[in-house]
């Protein structure tokens, strides 16, 4: 069947999820540099005011790609503890070194290290954050994380009933509290009252960005034999509506999580039928897009230091443009750097040395 070789080209590439993970940075960076670049963006302020709708398309694209990339594999206690570890070995390490590094040469306090390397929220209010880590992205981290180890549980269960069971552990938090509570809300702004910060967490409904990845991932399994002028027709008119709704600022399922969805799946849609031009650029940026993530805000800090320090007298006219400027270019050095060096040299080093430890401890216990 022709889709079946569209599905493999896909599987194995995936360009078109590296183009949206470079679009869900690109959103958030300039989230977070929208001041500074309304010298030179006209309007930044309010064209990316609601730019935090990247990390509702970082959670969308997880939930497709670990939908990918597990639902034909062996299940079990040891492809669970393999899955883990690979997740682990890629997200733990860069986020743990920038922590550390962000925490002794800008903020001076190491008092959150420890909610930062469990991936634990710090407080019950300001949901959906519940308490910014020190590296203030770290918050997302902490729902990626409850996603794997949700997604490991499944794994280690019959394939057959794999997603059912992983589906249910990530929304029974969710029901249950509200059948207690006797209060039903998909918005990720409203807080349960309770004790414990990491049950308030996994009780938001913006756990369900998650599953709605993992629905597109099964919806662009299925042939629907639609028309490439259908699918080109309705990715405009989904473009349209993410436009449009975005202007309400929201994350969770209900506004920023289901534009997510129908980006994903158009821009999915678009390649199998290879009726989209996928930048290599945007290609790139994607496979660094993590570290982006991560650097971007200790790069703004920095230039924000030297200017601040170095510079103070500096013409006020251009100081904006060139504090826009400067932190770009050093996020982007800095990210490339920090990719090949921890991501790709010490992540995949670690990744080795662990799997090679477990691949070694199941053949010395098979008899």
Not at 240 to 256: A, D, N
Request: aromatic residues 16%; charged residues 15%; contains cysteine.
């Amino acid at each position: 069947m022709a889709f079946a070789s569209k599905f493999n080209m896909l599987k194995n590439e995936l360009k078109s999820i590296q183009v949206l993970r470079a679009l869900a940075v690109i959103l958030v960076v300039m989230f977070h540099f929208r001041f500074d670049a309304d010298a030179i963006i006209t309007n930044s302020q309010v064209v990316f005011a609601n730019g935090s709708i990247g990390v509702d398309l970082f959670f969308v694209i997880s939930g497709f790609i670990i939908y990918y990339v597990t639902d034909n594999n062996k299940h079990g206690v040891h492809e669970s503890i393999v899955f883990i570890i690979k997740r682990i070995s890629r997200v733990a390490p860069p986020y743990y070194i920038i922590s550390v590094l962000f925490a002794y040469f800008y903020t001076g306090d190491y008092s959150d290290l420890f909610n930062s390397f469990l991936f634990l929220p710090k407080t019950i209010y300001e949901a959906p954050f519940f308490g910014y880590p020190s590296l203030v992205v770290g918050w997302s981290l902490n729902y990626e994380m409850y996603f794997y180890i949700a997604t490991a549980v499944g794994i280690s269960i019959l394939s057959k009933i794999r997603w059912p069971i992983i589906l249910s552990l990530m929304m029974a938090p969710i029901i249950c509290m509200a059948l207690y509570y006797g209060n039903i809300s998909l918005s990720s702004a409203f807080i349960y009252t309770t004790k414990y910060p990491y049950l308030s967490m996994i009780s938001n409904p913006i756990i369900i960005d998650f599953a709605l990845g993992v629905f597109c991932g099964w919806m662009t399994k299925k042939d629907y034999c639609l028309s490439d002028k259908f699918v080109v027709t309705m990715s405009i008119l989904i473009f349209m509506i993410v436009y449009i709704g975005i202007s309400r600022s929201e994350h969770g399922p209900i506004v920023w999580g289901a534009a997510s969805l129908l980006i994903t799946f158009s821009f999915v849609e678009l390649e199998k039928r290879k009726l989209i031009y996928l930048p290599k650029t945007m290609i790139y940026i994607g496979n660094i897009s993590f570290s982006i993530y991560l650097i971007h805000i200790p790069a703004l800090k920095i230039i924000l230091y030297i200017f601040n320090t170095y510079t103070p007298t500096f013409n006020m006219t251009l100081r904006p443009e060139c504090l826009f400027l400067s932190a770009l270019l050093l996020t982007a050095i800095m990210s490339l750097g920090y990719h090949y060096i921890v991501e790709k040299t010490l992540c995949d080093t670690l990744r080795k040395i662990m799997l090679f430890i477990i691949y070694k401890t199941k053949r010395e216990s098979i008899p």
